[in-house]
């Protein structure tokens, strides 16, 4: 089994940055693609982004341009760069494993097996 443990969330202003990290332990996640999503109140979880176990990257179309994913395997560790936040991100993020080996990126929940527990990302106006 995999632990995803995600931090650097906080409160920010609006065209502020925030830079996500999710630690995963218990496999190493090199041949895995990883996922970011996030959830705001009332509403369902959504994609974000996703990368590939050969770093190809997906982004939705609401963060491409501003949000960047990244993965460095030797810390076993998935990134997320934020820039440019609006109050529209305002959510929790996830950040998710798809332990299909060598599977080229998914936006879909259902295809994720192991989560982490989140973390809050507000952006004030």
């Known amino acids: ?16 940055s925030l830079r996500l990290s999710c630690a995963a332990s ?13 959830q705001a109140p009332g509403k369902e979880r959504e994609f974000v982004t996703s990368i590939s176990y050969n770093r190809n990257t997906y982004y939705a179309d609401s963060v491409k341009g501003r949000f ?11 990134y997320l760069q934020m820039n440019s936040l609006k109050p529209e ?24 097996d192991s989560w982490g527990q989140g973390t809050q990302v507000t952006v004030s106006s």
């Open 68 to 78: 960047t994913i990244s993965r460095d395997n030797a810390k076993n560790t998935v």
């Open 1 to 16: 089994q995999v632990q995803l443990v995600e931090s650097g969330g906080g409160l920010v202003q609006a065209g502020g």
């Open 26 to 38: 218990g496999r190493t996640i090199s041949p895995y693609n990883m996922g970011w999503f996030r």
């Open 89 to 112: 991100d305002t959510a929790v993020y996830y950040c998710a494993i798809n332990l299909k080996i060598y599977y080229s990126g998914t936006a879909y929940v259902r295809d994720y």
